[in-house]
């Protein structure tokens, strides 16, 4: 069964470093969404990625936060600043429209 | 407007129990509402979703239950066993946009 993959599953950073969470989403999905979770509390939405571009931001996709395509596989969340209070799960997900499978996350935490 | 509000925040049923996991929403434009289950440290897994033309959907031992009137939606697990016991969320979206997910609610069944 086809199934969403997220590396690094954990990544440790310094406050101001840049990171590059990475997802391959399913093959024939055409709908890619970022999430994150911070610990104990509710899944929320990020940035959702549409025919290669944003289709829609949340208020915490600021500036420091960017989605990429690189090639016709992988799904990329940069962080350029990493700050402590983007300590959390992050979720890739894909989708042929209304449905959305999840990956396994990335923790990320900043120290 | 955007909220999905869940209940309860933790219930505990005994092995054969049917745990019954409620959410409200306000936004009359969601159209597809999803109900996740996540077990600790993986991501959240798609379990079963209605669409607001049908008030009842079965998979299984798990079933929706809606009421558009209302705005609610519930879900029943019957006989629920121990390795029900996770994290669900509901959730809904519009359009096949993104998820708005409801606060949890953590699952313990007891053998």
């Known amino acids: 069964e086809p199934e969403v993959t997220q590396t690094p599953s954990h990544q440790v950073t310094q406050m101001g470093q840049e990171v590059i969470l990475r997802c391959v989403p399913i093959?024939?999905?055409?709908?890619f969404y970022w999430y994150r979770q911070i610990l104990g509390q509710k899944v929320e939405f990020l940035v959702s990625f549409y025919n290669n571009e944003i289709s829609e931001k949340s208020e915490i996709f600021d500036d420091q936060f960017s989605v990429e395509r690189p090639d016709g596989s992988n799904f990329t969340l940069k962080i350029r600043s990493t700050k402590l209070e983007d300590s959390a799960m992050y979720f890739c997900?894909?989708?042929?429209?209304?449905?959305?499978?999840f990956g396994p996350g990335t923790r990320l935490t900043v120290t | 407007q955007q909220q999905v509000k869940q209940s309860p925040q933790s219930l505990i049923v005994q092995k054969g129990g049917i745990p019954i996991i409620n959410c409200a929403y306000e936004n009359t434009a969601f159209d597809y509402f999803p109900w996740y289950q996540q077990f600790p440290g993986k991501g959240p897994a798609l379990l079963i979703a209605i669409r607001p033309d049908v008030s009842e959907k079965k998979e299984g031992r798990f079933t929706i239950s809606f009421n558009k009137s209302a705005k609610q939606f519930s879900l029943h697990i019957m006989d629920s066993q121990p390795g029900d016991s996770a994290t669900y969320f509901c959730a809904a979206s519009k359009g096949g946009n993104k998820l708005v997910f409801g606060a949890g609610t953590i699952l313990r069944v007891k053998s």
């Open positions: 093959s024939n999905h055409l709908y």
């Open positions: 997900a894909s989708g042929a429209f209304y449905e959305q499978y």
